[in-house]
Nanobody
Framework: QIQLVESGGGLVQPGGSLTLSCVAS??????????MGWYRQAQGKQLELLATIYRGRSTIYENSVKGRFTISRDNAKNTVYLRMDSLKPEDTAVYHCNTATVSRAFWGQGNQVTVSS
C-alpha cells in the first residue's frame, strides 16, 4: 500500500506561481524506483495527465503546460514537486499526484488550485 499526501494548493493571481508537493510512503515501496506523475481535473472535464518524472529523472509534459510547469523529485525526501509558473485561469483544477505498481495505481487526495484575480 502506498500513501500520497499533497500540499501547496491555493488561490493565485493570473501570471503567478505555485509549487505543489507530494510525499509518498508505504510498505515495501521504493520511491526512487517509481515513476511519479501529476494530473489535474477541472470542473466538468476529464482527468488530464500533466507531467511524469521517471526513476532516471527524465520528464515528459502535456503540451498545454510545457515551458510553464516543472516536475522534479527529491528521492531523499520521497517527494515529488510540481512548480507552476505563468498560471492562467484555465489552470484552475484539482491537482493529484500519482504512482503505480504492477497491480494498481495510487492517488493523492487532491489539492485545489484556483487561478483568479
Amino acid at each position: 500500500q502506498i500513501q500520497l499526501v499533497e500540499s501547496g494548493g491555493g488561490l493565485v493571481q493570473p501570471g503567478g506561481s505555485l509549487t505543489l508537493s507530494c510525499v509518498a510512503s508505504g510498505t515495501d515501496f521504493s520511491f526512487s524506483l517509481n515513476a511519479m506523475g501529476w494530473y489535474r481535473q477541472a470542473q466538468g472535464k476529464q482527468l488530464e495527465l500533466l507531467a511524469t518524472i521517471y526513476r532516471g529523472r527524465s520528464t515528459i509534459y502535456e503540451n498545454s503546460v510545457k515551458g510553464r510547469f516543472t516536475i522534479s523529485r527529491d528521492n531523499a525526501k520521497n517527494t515529488v514537486y510540481l512548480r507552476m509558473d505563468s498560471l492562467k485561469p484555465e489552470d484552475t483544477a484539482v491537482y493529484h499526484c500519482n504512482t503505480a505498481t504492477v497491480s494498481r495505481a495510487f492517488w493523492g487526495q487532491g489539492n485545489q488550485v484556483t487561478v483568479s484575480s
